[in-house]
């Protein structure tokens, strides 16, 4: 760690041979190496990470194949060899239906490097059922999807990369332009979601147990003890689905299933009572000490709503409580002037914001320009909606984000989002180098979506909300 | 070919203005832009709010002036609309072209021969044959006598509705048949444009204005865009003092968001949003001359206009068998079908005019990470034929389109028989003996059209569409009951 400080070149050689022990660096330090320097190190450890990954990896050496690449000579051959979401999505999901989980596990072994012979399927029922076994039997993590349509996408993530993932947890909590904090085992955090979740935010509460409360489960304030079951999910997604496509009646589920909607139904009902004590105990003992908090702008928001609902309007926690958001409004719509509410609820001096997925390790911190900085283990992209080009590495482009995450090793760590991102190569406001990314994130579905096309042929959308659907369905 | 040379446009245009028509009158301030995105285009238009207080036909006996034409009359009327609607030689249907170059789905080839077709929606053989399919051209005529067991006398009249008529815009034809069934059944139309195709009905419209302006027919249509939803219109509009009927095609959203202005006195006729699909019997592999020409008539089906229909197959069965020898086969037929497909005629069929990324993404992942399970022959604009490799459909076959098509292998005809639902619209089979042998299964599954493999897109007179007779629902029916007292 003192080596951050003192360091200024980067070691190309070094990194591009171990790119993910870059995230030992300091995490400002981390993003003011000279771009062209970082560009070098990325290209060679791109080509290393593919030379190595391609034929462990099926589904990476089809892809490469379809573009004909067989090494990565430049930086627009790696911009073709990134994975669409759906990839990860690539089974039939009858495979969850039917209950194949021994298929669904060989086809996640396309997409892993870790060897997936030892997880026993024989006795599963149930998605949860899998990712559990998934992680006693091969220790892969799985981050899934919420999957409006019933399927879920499934990401493995293999012990060694689970333990960069922990890595990067810790390193995102600094503010780009901040010193380190310190101390962050005797800082309770506030989890504004279930103790067990198979998705990012999941994993990374997971890393915070582990490797700095060393399992001390009391620094934990979670608003549902349970699960975030990717069941719930599936199923919902699945039943709305078949009720829009005009193919559902309850009649036609299966009795295991049946059996469990009445379990759904008792969950959600008994959710706000849930939530209530949540709050109540957060402000009751957490009032005025420092926190942690990690969460999207609606979680913070609905923070906000229950603490003044409990008379609280102002500072409530201590002024270095390090809150972290990232994920942005998720759709919904605030008063103006909703950061400052927040942050002046809170009692902070400032918000630790971030754009990520859970497709990459770390999240990008945004400076005091408000742009969110690309630290150099990601190799991004910004490609052309259309024609899937990579813009030109310098100057401002606005287009599809693509990234290669160099600190994971054993998937392929290429991914093509659904985002619509605005990024400079060139030097920021805030005087550090590109690239960076604006404030203006957005999903492409946001931007094509709701206009008034009509057309004869077309099939009903699905609805969103799982839980509340199988609910209603029980009733 | 040369006519296609001699009759290039300049089709760049991107901003356009759509007028209000009422019922004869054209207002064509542009009090309202309103903003293309994702493949739209940009147009301004008049504030309908505004004109609320002429909108409707506020009262129904207002409509009396269409009965003192006979119904031979009108189909003159409509042979002559018909003719003069063409793009050379009508400003108003050029524009309309012109406007759905930007947002159809269809290439210009195929959008060119629609416009140039537009008459056929109105071709007064064709119509005098559907009316009397449907309504019976007696009951437009004047009161059917008939007599009850029991000797009671009644007589029975099909007359008019005020109706509102959300029209789709991946067809302009949709326009054209909209205004004929108005003028037929002698109803007043209000037509609302989708922004997918804001000017096609405006065509019809003027074209009718210019042709007979003060003609009945003329004086009982109107054309309005809005943005759906407008609750300040809507309200308004669709209340029982305006209007009887709502005829709404397509979009989900859209029907239920009409859905609750149905109240007493105001009736909704829905085509809905639906798909359609295929079954084609082990007989197709006979032998490859035969497997060839089965392929020649799925490709019609699933590549006409582009897939851009309802009608169009989508989802293809195939009682090819399951075991290797089979999905080998299957597979064959495959590439014959993505073959023929890509031999189909630029007037029915072109490369996709516009992709839709959720479906490239799901294709693209099935090549890579899907190949124990599919085969994806093709992809990209030029489409793909999708071949499963087990008895079931690609899990996103809702959003088939842009001539993707999934064939799917079966053992047991239930199979195919039991995906049919409310939501199937045609099911193209081969051969004709399976036809006859499933049609009372399709049926109360809930399929609604069962056509002989390579005729889904075919023009027909029987008048029926989606098993809800239409024509017939447009009509109010009126019995005259002669009670002898006794």
Request: charged share 25%.
């Amino acid at each position: 760690m003192v080596e951050a400080d003192l360091l200024e070149t980067l070691d190309i050689e070094r990194y591009a041979a171990r790119p993910e022990e870059l995230l030992d660096l300091d995490r400002t330090a981390a993003i003011e190496f000279a771009a062209d320097d970082v560009e070098k190190m990325q290209l060679l450890a791109v080509r290393a990470r593919f030379a190595m990954l391609r034929d462990k990896l099926p589904v990476l050496a089809n892809l490469a194949k379809e573009h004909g690449i067989s090494e990565i000579e430049s930086l627009t051959d790696a911009a073709k060899l990134l994975f669409k979401h759906s990839v990860y999505k690539s089974y039939p999901i009858s495979l969850v239906e039917k209950g194949q989980f021994d298929r669904l596990t060989q086809w996640l072994g396309k997409l892993t490097t870790v060897d997936l012979s030892a997880v026993k399927t024989s006795d599963l029922n149930s998605i949860d059922d899998w990712l559990d076994a998934l992680m006693r039997d091969a220790n892969v993590r799985i981050i899934h999807s919420t999957g409006t349509s019933g399927k879920l996408s499934f990401l493995p993530i293999g012990p060694e990369d689970i333990r960069v993932q922990t890595k990067s947890a810790m390193v995102v909590m600094q503010e780009l332009g901040q010193p380190k904090p310190e101390s962050l085992e005797d800082i309770p955090m506030i989890v504004v979601g279930h103790r067990v979740m198979y998705n990012g935010y999941g994993a990374k509460l997971e890393a915070f147990v582990k490797d700095v409360y060393h399992g001390d489960e009391s620094m934990l304030y979670v608003m549902d003890p349970g699960r975030l079951s990717a069941d719930v999910l599936s199923l919902g997604g699945r039943l709305a689905a078949a009720e829009g496509r005009g193919a559902l009646g309850r009649s036609e589920l299966a009795p295991s299933l049946a059996a469990r909607l009445d379990d759904f139904v008792a969950e959600q009902r008994a959710a706000p009572e849930r939530r209530a004590k949540f709050f109540d105990r957060v402000f009751d003992t957490l009032k005025g000490r420092r926190v942690m908090l990690s969460g999207n702008w609606a979680m913070l928001y609905e923070i906000m709503e229950a603490g003044r609902q409990r008379g609280l309007s102002y500072g409530v926690f201590a002024p270095d409580s390090l809150i972290q958001c990232a994920g942005g409004a998720k759709g919904r719509v605030f008063p103006e002037g909703y950061r400052e509410d927040i942050k002046d609820f809170l009692g902070v001096p400032t918000i630790n914001e971030a754009y990520g997925m859970s497709e990459i390790t770390s999240l990008m911190g945004m400076c005091e320009a408000r742009h969110y900085h690309v630290p150099p283990w990601l190799l991004v992209f910004v490609l052309d909606p259309e024609t899937g080009q990579p813009s030109p590495r310098e100057g401002t482009h606005t287009g599809r984000f693509g990234v290669i995450d160099l600190g994971v090793k054993q998937r392929w760590p290429g991914v093509l989002s659904g985002d619509e991102v605005t990024m400079s190569f060139d030097t920021c406001a805030c005087g550090r180098p590109g690239p960076h990314i604006a404030d203006t994130v957005r999903r492409f579905s946001e931007r094509e979506g709701g206009d008034d096309k009509i057309t004869c042929a077309g099939a009903p959308e699905a609805h969103d909300n799982a839980l509340a659907f199988l609910a209603d369905l029980a009733r | 070919m040369e006519n296609a040379q001699i009759e290039r446009l300049d089709t760049s245009q991107t901003m356009f203005n759509v007028p209000l028509i009422i019922r004869g009158q054209v207002i064509e301030n542009a009090d309202i832009m309103h903003s293309g995105r994702g493949g739209g285009i940009s147009f301004t238009a008049p504030d309908v709010g505004l004109h609320m207080a002429e909108l409707p036909l506020s009262s129904p006996g207002g409509l009396t002036d269409l009965y003192a034409l006979s119904l031979e009359e009108i189909f003159d009327f409509l042979g002559e609309l018909g003719s003069r609607l063409t793009i050379a030689g009508n400003p108003w249907v050029e524009e309309a072209f012109k406007a759905s170059c930007h947002t159809s789905g269809l290439g210009e080839s195929i959008l060119r021969s629609m416009y140039n077709n537009l008459s056929r929606s109105l071709e007064p053989r064709a119509l005098r044959e559907t009316v009397e399919q449907t309504i019976g051209i007696s009951h437009l005529q004047g009161w059917v006598k008939s007599q009850l067991d029991g000797g009671l006398d009644v007589r029975v009249r099909a007359f008019g509705a005020r109706c509102v008529h959300i029209v789709a815009g991946n067809a302009p034809g949709v326009s054209a048949m909209t205004v004929a069934r108005n003028a037929i059944t002698r109803g007043d139309a209000i037509i609302k444009t989708p922004s997918n195709d804001p000017m096609t009905a405006a065509a019809i419209a003027r074209t009718m204005i210019e042709m007979a302006p003060s003609h009945p027919l003329t004086r009982h249509l109107s054309v309005a865009y809005w943005k759906g939803g407008n609750a300040a219109i809507e309200e308004k509009l669709y209340s029982y003092r305006n209007i009887e009927k709502i005829v709404a095609w397509g979009g989900m959203a859209s029907i239920k968001h009409i859905a609750k202005y149905i109240q007493p006195g105001v009736e909704l006729v829905a085509l809905d949003p639906k798909l359609s699909s295929t079954i084609i019997g082990k007989e197709a592999f006979l032998d490859e001359e035969t497997m060839r020409n089965v392929a020649a008539e799925l490709a019609k089906d699933g590549g006409g206009l582009n897939q851009e229909a309802c009608v169009n197959a989508r989802v293809v069965w195939v009682e090819s068998g399951t075991d290797d020898e089979g999905i080998a086969a299957l597979n064959r037929f495959g590439q014959m079908v993505y073959d023929e497909i890509q031999a189909l005629p630029a007037e029915i069929s072109s490369p996709a005019v516009r992709c839709d990324p959720k479906l490239e993404e799901e294709v693209d992942a099935l090549k890579i990470g899907g190949n124990d399970w599919y085969r994806v022959i093709g992809g990209g604009r030029d489409g793909a034929v999708i071949v499963s490799q087990m008895d079931e459909a690609v899990d996103f076959a809702p959003i088939l389109a842009n001539r993707v098509i999934n064939l799917v292998p079966f053992d047991d005809i239930d199979t195919p028989v039991h995906a049919v639902t409310s939501y199937t619209q045609t099911i193209g089979i081969y051969p004709e003996t399976l036809k006859e042998e499933l049609r009372d299964r399709l049926a109360l599954q809930g399929a609604q059209r069962l056509v002989t493999l390579g005729y889904a897109l075919a023009a027909t007179t029987h008048g029926l569409q989606d098993a809800i007779e239409p024509w017939r629902r447009m009509c109010r029916w009126i019995v005259d009951e002669r009670h002898q007292p006794s």
